[in-house]
């Protein structure tokens, strides 16, 4: 469980580094990606390198910590956390192919946290899913004003605070020493 509070714990320390980084982002006009272009911004090697490596961390949590207990998350998860390496080996500077694996990334995230709340009757799960999926249909249906940096954000924090929470979970259920 340790690897996936460390992945969580190197991804978004890449993100507030690589936005401190970068006077000229804004979360009115930017993706996160923004920050990782590697012939736009200076801030490139943070934030691809902060991604690739939590999502490693993550690949090894989805495998070793979740998917022996929740199947479905684990594989969706274990998708996702590998889509997150390729958003930050395959950067904006690819276009297109940037913008599937980041697709696939949000994509499987999502589905993750859906799967996690249907394998374990999770309803906090269900209520993080809620909050990143409505992030994504207010932004699509132009209800905010903002980069799509927004909904990026939100439904990586949900996700974020449902791996947080089942982690203190496994820890509050583990044997003392």
């Known amino acids: 469980m ?23 982002f804004s979360w009115r006009a930017n993706a996160l990606s923004d920050l990782g272009h590697s012939l736009r911004s200076e801030a490139a090697p943070v934030f691809n390198f902060g991604l690739a490596l939590g999502g490693a961390l993550l690949l090894l949590y989805a495998v070793g910590h979740l998917a022996p207990k929740a199947k479905l998350s684990g594989l969706l998860l274990s998708i996702s956390a590998f889509a997150l390496q ?6 904006e500077a690819y276009g297109r192919l940037h913008f599937l694996v980041s697709v696939l990334f949000f994509t ?8 996690y709340a249907a394998e ?3 309803a906090l799960a269900l209520a993080l899913s809620a909050v990143g999926i409505l992030a994504w249909a207010l ?14 954000a939100v439904s990586a924090a949900s996700a974020s605070a449902w791996l ?13 020493s």
């Open 139 to 152: 932004y699509w249906a132009g209800m905010y004003s903002a980069g799509v940096a927004v909904p990026e």
């Open 2 to 24: 340790w690897a996936g509070l460390a992945g969580i714990a190197a991804a978004w320390t890449a993100v507030y580094a690589s936005i401190s980084l970068s006077p000229w």
């Open 108 to 115: 499987t995230l999502l589905l993750a946290l859906l799967a």
């Open 86 to 91: 390729l958003v930050a080996v395959f950067d």
């Open 120 to 122: 374990k009757r999770d």
């Open 164 to 176: 947080i929470i089942d982690a203190a979970r496994s820890l509050r259920a583990e044997p003392a």
